[in-house]
């Protein structure tokens, strides 16, 4: 197979080592789905823990974890207990009526948040829109922005999701272009620049809104107390600080959350992806009732948003987070994985960097996707972000014997990369 040149796009005739019936797979989702992604020639029928497997029964290594909503690895046996014993009960009430489920859920997200209320959703991008109303809505009510001019500060290369608010304040050209227009009152400053924030602020900005740890972006760590002086600044000039942790939280980057690193308390927590362990959609805002308790009947929903089968599955997940103690694993193994990819020491690496088991290699060159099919070949599956970097960010339940094992096929692809070169 040869490994350059395929572009964005598959081009299936040049995949030779693969089953017939991959093939057929691929050759239906190019034709029936719209190409908003260009995965890897895999396809996916099984998936145990840290493991994923082909249809052929070829095993890999899964190191994106569906971009971390998998901290808990696949199918992991008590979550899919509890939306099993659910699914035999009552999947969907709708908020017309009480649920027995939804309470107990955001009574547990609370508590690991330190918060007092949640408002539940689906998607992640729904939860950023969720928070974008709630600031904009305490801009009005509490520090009286006059109607329709609240300003939400945002960063550079952020990635929030995908509705046309969202991609509207995204600096990434394929997320933005011809989408507009662009819904105003978004200010855009760079990351990791706390005086940039102090600047930007006006009597009429409500929020700031930040990833920790920029995830898409191709895992932008930034200085330590960078988060402590955002927290100082939002709190001194009276504008909410809201932390978008659908990729970071949940132990990813080896505290409970991202934010704790630094020791601070955002106003309001965005939270997603892992929330659910990767078996359904579940996304929520968190915050003290001084904020979210402004939402009035009426005022915003989701038909699915706190179903009871969601609510179980958010349940057992954050059960699991808390049980198995794995924000301290993925502290753990992180600091082992980043010490074993500075040993790589390879003049074609401009960096490696992580947090955690939120991992990123950074070449000089864009192979970052070559490198990428190299990896798929030897079994171990991870994704390259923006042509220069490869994200590495397992199942936070990854054991030593198995970190060891995984970081042999990146050695060994590296080894090929050197050859090729
Ligand atoms: C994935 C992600 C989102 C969007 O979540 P979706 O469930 O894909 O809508 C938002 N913010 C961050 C930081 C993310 O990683």
Same mark, same amino acid.
């Given at each position: 197979?040869?490994?350059?040149?395929?572009?964005? !796009?598959?081009?299936?005739?040049? *995949?030779?080592?693969?089953?017939?019936?991959?093939? !057929?797979?691929?050759?239906?989702?190019?034709?029936?789905?719209? !190409? @908003?992604?260009?995965?890897?020639?895999?396809?996916?029928? !099984?998936?145990?823990?840290?493991?994923?497997?082909?249809?052929?029964?070829?095993?890999?290594?899964?190191?994106?974890?569906?971009?971390?909503?998998?901290?808990?690895?696949?199918?992991?046996?008590? *979550?899919?207990? /509890?939306?099993?014993?659910?699914?035999?009960?009552?999947?969907?009430?709708?908020?017309? #009526?009480?649920?027995?489920?939804?309470?107990?859920?955001?009574?547990?997200?609370?508590?690991?948040?330190? %918060?007092?209320?949640?408002?539940?959703?689906?998607?992640?991008?729904?939860?950023?829109?969720?928070?974008? %109303?709630?600031?904009?809505?305490?801009?009005?009510?509490? %520090?009286?922005?006059?109607?329709?001019?609240?300003?939400?500060?945002?960063?550079?290369?952020?990635?929030?999701?995908?509705? @046309?608010?969202?991609?509207?304040?995204?600096?990434?050209?394929?997320?933005?272009?011809?989408?507009?227009?662009?819904?105003?009152?978004?200010?855009?400053?760079? #990351?990791?620049?706390?005086?940039?924030?102090?600047?930007?602020?006006?009597?009429?900005?409500?929020?700031?809104?930040?990833?920790?740890?920029?995830?898409?972006?191709?895992?932008?760590?930034?200085?330590?107390?960078?988060?402590?002086?955002?927290?100082?600044?939002?709190?001194? =000039?009276?504008?909410?600080?809201? /932390?978008?942790?659908?990729?970071?939280?949940?132990?990813?980057?080896?505290?409970?959350?991202?934010?704790?690193?630094?020791?601070?308390?955002?106003?309001?927590?965005?939270?997603?992806?892992?929330?659910?362990?990767?078996?359904?959609?579940?996304?929520?805002?968190?915050?003290?009732?001084?904020?979210?308790?402004?939402?009035?009947?009426?005022?915003?929903?989701? @038909?699915?948003?706190?179903?009871?089968? /969601?609510?179980?599955?958010?349940?057992?997940?954050?059960?699991?987070?808390?049980?198995?103690?794995?924000?301290?694993?993925?502290?753990?193994?992180?600091?082992?994985?980043?010490?074993?990819?500075?040993?790589?020491?390879?003049?074609?690496?401009?960096?490696?960097?992580?947090?955690?088991?939120?991992?990123?290699?950074? #070449?000089?060159?864009?192979?970052? =996707?070559?490198?990428?099919?190299?990896?798929?070949?030897?079994?171990?599956?991870?994704?390259?972000?923006?042509?220069?970097?490869?994200?590495?960010?397992?199942?936070?339940?990854?054991?030593?014997?198995?970190?060891?094992?995984? #970081?042999?096929? *990146?050695?060994?692809?590296?080894?090929?990369?050197?050859?090729?070169?």
């Amino acid at each position: 197979m040869p490994l350059t040149g395929l572009g964005g !796009r598959l081009a299936i005739g040049y *995949i030779t080592d693969m089953d017939l019936k991959s093939k !057929r797979v691929i050759a239906l989702d190019e034709k029936v789905s719209a !190409r @908003t992604y260009s995965p890897l020639p895999v396809v996916l029928t !099984r998936g145990k823990g840290v493991y994923v497997f082909d249809a052929a029964g070829k095993r890999y290594f899964d190191m994106l974890s569906a971009y971390s909503a998998l901290n808990q690895g696949h199918q992991h046996p008590k *979550i899919v207990g /509890a939306a099993k014993r659910q699914l035999s009960r009552i999947a969907l009430t709708s908020r017309a #009526f009480h649920n027995d489920q939804m309470g107990p859920f955001l009574e547990k997200l609370c508590r690991v948040t330190g %918060k007092e209320m949640a408002v539940p959703m689906n998607s992640g991008a729904e939860a950023v829109e969720t928070a974008i %109303k709630t600031m904009r809505l305490w801009g009005y009510r509490v %520090k009286g922005i006059p109607s329709d001019m609240a300003e939400i500060i945002v960063v550079a290369d952020n990635f929030h999701g995908r509705t @046309t608010t969202i991609v509207g304040f995204s600096s990434d050209p394929d997320a933005r272009t011809d989408f507009g227009p662009a819904m105003p009152g978004f200010r855009v400053i760079p #990351f990791d620049d706390a005086q940039a924030l102090e600047n930007a602020i006006t009597e009429n900005t409500c929020g700031f809104l930040v990833e920790p740890i920029q995830g898409e972006a191709g895992v932008r760590i930034p200085a330590p107390g960078y988060l402590t002086d955002v927290r100082r600044i939002c709190t001194e =000039k009276k504008v909410l600080f809201c /932390a978008d942790e659908i990729q970071t939280g949940f132990g990813r980057t080896g505290r409970p959350f991202c934010v704790d690193h630094d020791g601070v308390v955002p106003d309001l927590f965005v939270l997603g992806k892992a929330l659910s362990g990767g078996l359904y959609p579940i996304s929520a805002v968190v915050g003290d009732n001084k904020i979210l308790g402004l939402f009035e009947s009426g005022t915003h929903g989701s @038909t699915f948003g706190g179903n009871p089968l /969601a609510s179980a599955i958010g349940a057992a997940a954050i059960d699991v987070v808390v049980k198995e103690k794995l924000a301290k694993n993925s502290a753990a193994m992180g600091e082992l994985f980043l010490e074993k990819l500075i040993s790589l020491d390879h003049p074609l690496i401009r960096e490696v960097r992580g947090q955690g088991l939120l991992l990123a290699l950074e #070449f000089k060159k864009p192979i970052a =996707k070559d490198f990428c099919k190299l990896l798929l070949k030897g079994g171990l599956l991870a994704k390259d972000t923006h042509d220069y970097t490869v994200r590495f960010s397992p199942p936070l339940i990854i054991k030593k014997s198995q970190l060891d094992a995984a #970081f042999k096929i *990146i050695a060994v692809a590296m080894n090929a990369i050197k050859e090729r070169e």
